[in-house]
């Protein structure tokens, strides 16, 4: 028993470092991606978001996956139809799990998609799961995955309910 306090007494600064370590760059991803990302979606600014994304993208969404990054031009429309059509959009979300590195980022979490027109405001709802590579000293999206399903259950406002979106 005695050599099991002496490893924990050993182990408990390395574990807490690490979290440390963790904690900062999860901070850095913060400013880096996650603030221009919501402020580009806020703004319906599609180069602003497509920029926050690695040359060679797998995104992945209940349509198929896109690997020759067709979603980047469908950003651009979305975004410009919506801009044309007086569509104002705000997004919120909020982390489940965040595990990281010095190099990577594994990021799982709910968004709430607000979009109003002409005072009238829907709801989208759905669960990401990104990856994040640290590419020549800049943190870049290089995988995206979302759904609006989990086990055949529709992801609503009581699922996103369960945590307070995060806030920069």
Same mark, same amino acid.
């Given at each position: ?14 574990? &807490? ?10 901070? #850095? ?39 020759? #990054? ?10 410009? #139809? ?59 999206? &290089? ?26």
């Amino acid at each position: 028993m005695r050599s099991f306090f002496i490893l924990l007494f050993f182990l408990i600064p390395f574990y &807490t470092i690490a979290q440390t370590d963790s904690t900062a760059i999860q901070n #850095e991803i913060n400013d880096i991606v996650w603030k221009p990302f919501k402020q580009a979606f806020s703004k319906l600014d599609a180069a602003a978001l497509n920029a926050l994304y690695a040359n060679e993208v797998l995104r992945v969404t209940p349509d198929g996956i896109d690997t020759e #990054e067709l979603f980047k031009t469908k950003n651009i429309k979305r975004f410009k #139809e919506s801009s044309s059509a007086g569509v104002s959009i705000v997004l919120d979300f909020w982390f489940d799990s965040r595990h990281t590195n010095k190099r990577y980022s594994y990021e799982v979490g709910f968004y709430r998609i607000a979009a109003t027109l002409n005072g009238k405001t829907t709801y989208n709802y759905g669960q990401f799961h990104i990856v994040l590579q640290k590419i020549n000293g800049q943190w870049k999206i &290089t995988q995206d995955w979302d759904t609006t399903t989990i086990n055949g259950h529709t992801i609503s406002k009581i699922d996103f309910g369960k945590q307070k979106p995060i806030t920069f």
